[in-house]
């Protein structure tokens, strides 16, 4: 069963400081994506990563792949209060035939002026 | 614009009653999901629906039945709703024929309270 675990669950940063949130996954994947969800609205895309050692950027946002480890990296630089909100990873692979995107439970961000 | 699109957008059941959220997407893609957000538990699969013509369960398909309409259509219905099935509801949609490569498109939610 595929599995996908982040950390830190609830994370509380200043601005200007420089975090990294952790995603790892228990069985080979296909993809790997990250999202961004701001309170009461839907999941927008972030990072589409496909394979190993694949590095995403977009802002102050970075995302990463290691195959390998099984982990994938989300790191914010310099945060600004904007970039509050709950990100979650999701891994898509192939189970019993079918392609299906499994979530992590998501990191609660909250920056802080 | 094109995407996918969910009514209702809110919605208040009494325990028992029944009820049917629609999701309908225009990007002419294969597969179509149901996921369920509860706090702190990421999105869960509910059912899904490879392609038009057939559905099979995901991980949490208790309580809940779907059928695609055709390739645009694809539905979740509670037949008998019970407070455990409170949550916010998306549907999404993804290209076929293995992963996709541009992701999944996700609708904005259906906010269902039963009580």
């Known amino acids: 069963e595929l599995k996908v675990e982040q950390n830190p669950l609830f994370l509380s940063m200043q601005e200007g400081k420089n975090y990294t949130i952790y995603c790892n996954y228990s069985?080979?994947?296909?993809?790997l994506y990250w999202y961004r969800q701001d309170p009461g609205k839907s999941l927008e895309s972030l990072f589409v990563?496909?394979?190993?050692?694949a590095v995403k950027q977009e802002g102050r946002l970075m995302a990463s792949l290691d195959t390998k480890a099984r982990l994938s990296t989300l790191h914010i630089t310099a945060a600004v209060h904007d970039l509050s909100a709950t990100y979650f990873c999701?891994?898509?692979?192939?189970?019993?035939?079918?392609?299906?995107?499994?979530f992590g439970q998501g990191t609660r961000l909250t920056i802080n002026p | 614009n094109a995407g996918v699109t969910q009514t209702p957008k809110f919605q208040v059941l009494k325990t028992g009653q029944s009820m049917t959220l629609q999701c309908a997407q225009d990007?002419?893609?294969?597969?179509m999901y149901w996921y369920r957000q509860d706090p702190g538990m990421g999105l869960r699969l509910i059912y899904y629906?490879?392609?038009?013509?057939?559905?099979d369960k995901g991980e949490v398909p208790n309580g809940y039945n779907v059928s695609r309409l055709n390739k645009r259509e694809f539905s979740l219905r509670l037949e008998s709703a019970a407070p455990s099935q409170t949550s916010v509801y998306f549907c999404?949609?993804?290209?076929?024929?293995?992963?996709?490569?541009?992701?999944?498109?996700f609708g904005s939610g259906t906010r269902l309270t039963v009580v």
């Open positions: 999701a891994v898509d692979s192939l189970i019993q035939g079918a392609q299906k995107l499994v």
């Open positions: 990563l496909l394979s190993n050692g």
């Open positions: 629906s490879a392609s038009e013509g057939t559905t």
């Open positions: 990007m002419n893609h294969n597969s």
């Open positions: 069985t080979t994947s296909d993809r």
């Open positions: 999404a949609s993804s290209e076929s024929g293995g992963a996709p490569l541009y992701g999944y498109t």
